[in-house]
């Protein structure tokens, strides 16, 4: 095993010691910190020293001129290489770091100061982050390497950003126009340019293009601004000196001071300002978090900073040191040997999904082939990554796995075919008390926050044993005989069963032909397409389809015509609304008009409309060009945004944010929706300075829950997360369950 920094905590009751254990070098490129030897009371036992595990270790997040120190903490603490230690640092930027502590979707943060308001917020009153010091960085001006101009006085930098002085030859440069470059206003470089430039003097408002979201974004419009030397920008001293070194620019000195370690050290450069580790002031003493923060401030702790090429705040401090941390023993198991079938017994207790394994590529957020296993609450592994799909399915009450594993017959011997394409599906109790495995399987549900109209929501599951069709309840009981040519869907009591290729009955559950027989329609679209087609015959919401002369109509549960058909195309019901208008090829989802159960149009103003869960529908203005919400009449105009879902209390589920009826911003900060999950929450993809996570909004839409990851599957309270190079479960505070190395699996 590679040996690691070994730091050894001195718990407060022990007042001296003596000893440490030896420290051996870690394998990798960065300077690695050893602890200072104390006495220990001989009187006194060791302290029992915590082991530290990839599982344990603080939850870092920062800022991205930080990613470099939190790469040399990972490198120096847990034996990682230098490319391994970056690929564990996932940062956010300085606003959302500040968030997340706040919020404590992460356990430690090193950030530059957030802007003004949000620091007090964050820092004082109840729940106030702890912070402290731990390097010092300063606000640097960069101009093109070719402008004559070398020095600024702090009074010509704030007429500059005020537009009182716009050209350069004023200030000791050409005759040429000043372009000053700005930060977006969340970004930390920003908060420090309105600190401890600016002061109390605004800056000017810049167009738009001038207003730079990424760090690196700004250095190269500096460097390469239409091929002259106008522009002007600022960032942090650390990320230009180190980061994204540019022999195009060159920073300006301020009032006769250049830029340097020394300087900023000393404070003889003007714009200074301290960097900062924090943690949430509720973190125990022996939390890891805390001992982490303490460290940074110490002397070993200043530095590792200087090591990684910060400015320190001091070379001593009073942090404590750190104790040992060791990798973690292997997954525990349920079985000893491998297992790919789910064993049905009494003793599991509740098991979950975990991801386990990648087939492909093991990085980017869309679409890698996560593989699924199963473990105990206790985290023993009972199936192995196998499953391609997984699942908790629902109906009044019942839940149950629904997991499926994808496969190809192989080659055939002769002919060259490639054999072909099938998934088993296997149901499961929530407690491994039960599982059946079926060849292929159908049944619709209801997408939360808006209406899926082509499918509604179906009392059993149809399953397809290999000899015929049937289907079962949520609790794995068969109660429709594996016997019919199609997919037998239950909804409202009644399934749709076809007599030959052209004409249908319902029946119910005992197999007894209630209505019918119906004819379908007579046109080439339904003759090759009937199973896309086949939702259509579902009943929803007391009504069904049929068809008369290759136009639609609706029925109601006695068979009786509810509505004539009339329509080239339909959808079924969802309460008093049903979608008609697209013929054949179309969406189905967002039809052109909307009618009622009379069969009326409705008055909407909205055209391409989608209904949403909570009642409202979601579509087009003709009129204004604009996206509305619309309900009993009241239309609300969209400022921007698209509307994903429909949420309780009037409140809507946009792409990059959550809002009120009246366009009150309730909750934001990611850059797209993924999932609306079963239970009402939410995940969310959100990007930021090169770095990109999955996270889970609460089920009350106030906040985010202290899960991340690559990708993020719920199941009940637990959610299976893809993390880089490891997967497994986490429980809801983002605590791991089962935490697995994907690595063998890459190699495969």
């Not at 001989?42 to 990613?67: H, K, M, Q």
């Not at 206003?185 to 800056?203: D, I, P, T």
């Amino acid at each position: 095993m590679r040996k690691l920094l070994c730091l050894v905590l001195l718990l407060p009751v022990l007042v001296s010691c003596t000893g440490t254990p030896a420290v051996s070098p870690s394998e990798n490129p960065s300077p690695t910190p050893s602890p200072a030897a104390s006495p220990v009371p001989t009187t006194a036992p060791p302290p029992e020293p915590l082991v530290f595990t990839e599982e344990n270790f603080p939850r870092i997040d920062g800022s991205t001129a930080t990613i470099p120190l939190a790469q040399t903490v990972y490198s120096s603490f847990l034996g990682k290489t230098w490319e391994q230690a970056g690929e564990m640092v996932d940062f956010n930027g300085t606003s959302q770091a500040w968030s997340w502590l706040y919020n404590k979707h992460t356990d430690l943060i090193l950030a530059y100061e957030p802007p003004e308001q949000a620091f007090k917020n964050y820092t004082s009153g109840e729940g106030a982050l702890e912070y402290a010091p731990i390097g010092r960085d300063a606000l640097v001006f960069l101009v093109n390497a070719q402008n004559r101009a070398d020095n600024l006085t702090a009074g010509q930098i704030r007429d500059i950003y005020t537009d009182k002085t716009t050209n350069w030859g004023d200030v000791g440069g050409d005759n040429a126009d000043i372009v000053a470059y700005q930060r977006n206003e969340s970004s930390g470089s920003q908060a420090l340019m309105e600190k401890v430039v600016m002061g109390s003097v605004e800056l000017a408002d810049a167009p738009q293009a001038l207003y730079i979201e990424q760090m690196g974004d700004l250095v190269d419009a500096v460097a390469s601004y239409q091929n002259t030397q106008s522009a002007i920008g600022y960032n942090v001293y650390y990320y230009v000196s180190q980061m994204d070194v540019n022999a195009n620019i060159k920073l300006l000195s301020v009032d006769g001071v250049k830029p340097t370690n020394e300087s900023i050290q000393s404070g003889e450069y003007p714009f200074v300002n301290d960097f900062y580790a924090a943690i949430h002031s509720s973190e125990p003493e022996n939390s890891p978090a805390r001992m982490l923060y303490n460290w940074l401030q110490g002397a070993e702790g200043q530095r590792l900073v200087e090591s990684a090429g910060y400015v320190p705040v001091s070379p001593t401090g009073g942090g404590k040191d750190i104790p040992d941390y060791e990798q973690q023993e292997l997954q525990a198991r349920f079985y000893e040997d491998f297992t790919e079938t789910l064993l049905p017994r009494g003793d599991y207790g509740p098991i979950y999904p975990f991801i386990g394994a990648l087939q492909g590529a093991p990085y980017g957020p869309f679409n890698p082939n996560l593989l699924y296993g199963l473990c105990t609450q206790n985290g023993e592994i009972v199936v192995d990554a196998v499953f391609h799909e997984a699942e908790i399915i629902e109906r009044n009450g019942q839940k149950m796995y629904m997991l499926r594993r994808h496969y190809s017959d192989e080659y055939e011997e002769s002919g060259g075919g490639t054999g072909r394409d099938h998934t088993d599906t296997t149901f499961a109790a929530l407690d491994g008390s039960w599982a059946a495995t079926y060849k292929d399987t159908s049944y619709d549900i209801q997408k939360k926050g808006r209406t899926d109209l082509s499918a509604p929501d179906s009392d059993y599951i149809s399953v397809y044993d290999g000899a015929g069709w049937g289907a079962i309840d949520y609790a794995g009981n068969v109660v429709y005989p594996l016997k019919e040519r199609n997919p037998v869907i239950f909804t409202e009591g009644l399934a749709a069963v076809w007599e030959d290729e052209i004409s249908y009955w319902y029946v119910d559950i005992n197999g007894k032909r209630v209505l019918g027989p119906y004819k379908a329609p007579s046109n080439e679209v339904w003759e090759t397409e009937r199973s896309s087609w086949y939702p259509k015959l579902h009943f929803s919401h007391g009504m069904a389809l049929y068809t008369e002369n290759g136009l639609w109509g609706y029925i109601d549960a006695k068979g009786n015509t509810a509505i004539k058909p009339r329509f080239e195309s339909a959808d079924p019901f969802y309460g008093d609304y049903a979608y008609i208008g697209p013929f054949w090829g179309e969406s189905h989802i967002t039809g052109t008009d909307i009618i009622d159960r009379k069969g009326e149009l409705t008055e909407m103003r909205t055209s391409s409309s989608m209904l949403l869960e909570n009642g409202w529908f979601y579509g087009h203005d003709p009129e204004t060009d604009a996206w509305v919400l619309e309900k009993d009449g009241e239309v609300i105009h969209l400022d921007s945004g698209t509307v994903e879902a429909g949420l309780p209390g009037d409140r809507f589920l946009c792409y990059r944010e959550i809002i009120d009826k009246e366009g009150n911003v309730l909750l934001s900060g990611w850059n797209n929706v993924y999932e609306m999950l079963p239970s009402g929450r939410v995940i969310v993809y959100i990007y930021e300075s090169g770095a990109s996570d999955y996270f889970v909004i609460n089920s009350d839409y106030t906040g985010f829950l202290p899960v991340q990851g690559d990708r993020i599957s719920e199941f009940g309270d637990c959610f299976a997360v893809l993390d880089g190079e490891y997967g497994g479960l986490t429980d809801i505070q983002g605590n791991w369950i089962v935490r697995v190395s994907l690595l063998d699996y890459f190699e495969d």
